[in-house]
């Protein structure tokens, strides 16, 4: 069982910066891949970046690499996201996830936290 609670989002202008935290409840955090999804309206939620358990294993879809970095402090059961050069195609509410140790599928979720990239 594990606990998420995202922070962090808000309004920001083409082009700035945020950074996106999930904060989790979890008897042992190292053990599970965490990940950011986002789901903009009218659109169907997608994957946007994953981490693995010791920090290695990073991987960033497409249209965020270069701009976004996935991080986690295990000691303080944080992983962040970073994400620079803001566009207003990264309007959306972003959710922190972990992974089903067992199955390996995306089984735990955050509420999500909006985020708001004006022109």
């Known amino acids: 069982q594990v606990q998420l609670l995202e922070s962090g989002g808000g309004l920001v202008q083409a082009g700035g910066s945020l950074r996106l935290s999930c904060a989790a409840s979890?008897?042992?955090?190292?053990?599970?891949?965490m990940g950011w999804f986002r789901q903009a309206p009218e659109k169907e939620r997608d994957f946007t970046a994953s981490?693995?358990?010791?920090?290695?294993?990073?991987n960033y879809a497409d249209s965020v690499k270069g701009r976004f970095t996935i991080s986690r402090d295990n000691a303080k059961n944080m992983v962040y996201l970073q994400m620079n050069s803001l566009k207003p195609e990264d309007t959306a509410i972003y959710y922190c996830?972990?992974?089903?140790?067992?199955?390996?599928?995306?089984?735990?979720w955050g509420q999500g936290t909006q985020v708001t990239v004006s022109s």
């Open positions: 979890a008897r042992t955090f190292s053990i599970y891949t």
């Open positions: 996830a972990a992974k089903d140790v067992t199955y390996s599928r995306w089984k735990y």
């Open positions: 981490i693995g358990g010791s920090g290695a294993n990073i």
